[in-house]
Structures are given as C-alpha cells and as structure tokens.
C-alpha cells in the first residue's frame, strides 16, 4: 500500500462508516451489517505491511464469509418464512453451470483453499458472451458438490432458488438469460457486505472490478503472495481476469 493509500485509510478509520440511503422499516438493520462491514475492511486493511499482503487478503475474504453468515442470520430473523421455502439441497448444482463474474476477494477465499495451482482457460470474459457458456464450475465435483463449498464465493452464499425445477429447466434449455428464482429482499442482505467491502476498495484505489472466477483463481494460484501485494498496492494484477 502506497502512501498516499495509507493516509486515506487512516483518515477513513478516523471517521464514521457513511450511511446507506433507504428510509425504511429495515433502517437500523441494514445500517449495521453495512457500517460493521465497512469498520472491519479498514481494520484488516491497516495491518497491511510489505511482507504480509497474503495474510491481509485471506482476512479480508474471511470477514466477507463471516459477515455474510451474520446478514442472513438477520434476514432469516426479519423473514422467517423464507427459509423453509428454499429449495436448494446438497448436489443440487444447476446454479454451478453459469460461469460465475464475482469480485476479486472471492477469488482469493477460494486460491487460498487450494493444495495446488488451478490450471483453467475460457474463451471470452465478455460478460454477454459468459451467459452463454454451460460449463461446470471448475470446482464442482464428481458427485455435484462443491469442492470448495467452505470457501466458495458470496454470490453462491447468497443464491437461493425458491423453485429448484425452474433452475433445471434454464440450464437443460440453455437460456442465456438465465436466473435464480429468489426471494431478492432475502437475496439483497449478503449484497450488503459485499457493498460495504468494494466501497472502502473504490476510496482507497484498490481495484474492485468484477473477474471471471476460474480465471482469477487460476491466476492467484500461480503466486498468492505476489499476485495479492501488487493487487492491495493499488495494481492491475487481474487486467487478464476481469469480466469486460
């Protein structure tokens, strides 16, 4: 991290988390998983020194899972009804044929979980052209279940289809316009840590841009410790992975 990078961060600590724009019943809710978010990414982020940037990034992709976890504890208690209507079971694994666009620290919770590095190519990262690809995720297994599932990104945490048959039905069809039917207030929570995380990467020129997962994994797994320190400097480390 740069200079001019550590004295935005130390000023951002300095003040309060900003305040996401919805007046509504859900306020104070939203508010909380949001600010607490925001607090932990500039924490994490100001123990960065020159030799531990791998450290930083595993730490940074943790507190997204962990903070995930707490946001659907909160949308389970504000909507109780939706999770006995949810559908998805284990091997179930239509949503795992859409080769998946997630953010950088996605990719990094997953590179650090490998025992070896990820040989993976696509032919385009056109963001159009990937909803088009049925391909399995490289990290789904034999037996349909996630090999990563510990580690696995926060849009697979936060996808949940309320009608398991329209989802095999998108992916036996191969409609590119495909998507999981959800209950989006249920959806929308998890979405609320990633917000926070990505807004602290924009203040700080961190780069916050959307990648192709297999790509970016493939990529990090290469050299995890140089990849992420040129990444958390402000570097275009994933220019070859982002989705265009």
Known sequence: MNRAMKKRLKR????????????????????????????RTLEILDSLAHDNAGTVAKALAHSVHAACAEAQMAATRLYPEVPVQLNCRASCAWC???????????????????????DYQLETRN???????????????????????????LVCRAYHSI?????????????AARQVPMNIRYYGFPGLVQEATLKVFEELT??????????????LSRDFDRITAHWLAGGDAFEETTVS
């Open 12 to 39: 951002l600590l300095r003040s309060s988390p900003p305040a996401i724009s919805r007046v509504n019943t859900l306020q104070e809710t939203v508010d909380t998983i949001y600010s607490q978010q925001y607090r």
């Open 96 to 118: 795992c044929y859409e080769q998946l666009q997630v953010h950088i620290l996605d990719a990094v919770g997953v590179a650090a979980s490998l025992s070896a590095p990820l």
């Open 127 to 153: 963001g159009n052209e990937l909803k088009k690809i049925f391909r399995p995720c490289p990290f789904l297994g034999a037996d349909t279940r996630c090999t990563v599932y510990k580690h696995r990104p």
């Open 163 to 175: 009608d398991v048959t329209e989802c095999q039905r998108v992916v036996e069809s191969q409609e």
């Open 206 to 219: 961190i780069d916050r841009r959307p990648v192709v997962l297999g790509l970016a994994v493939a990529t």
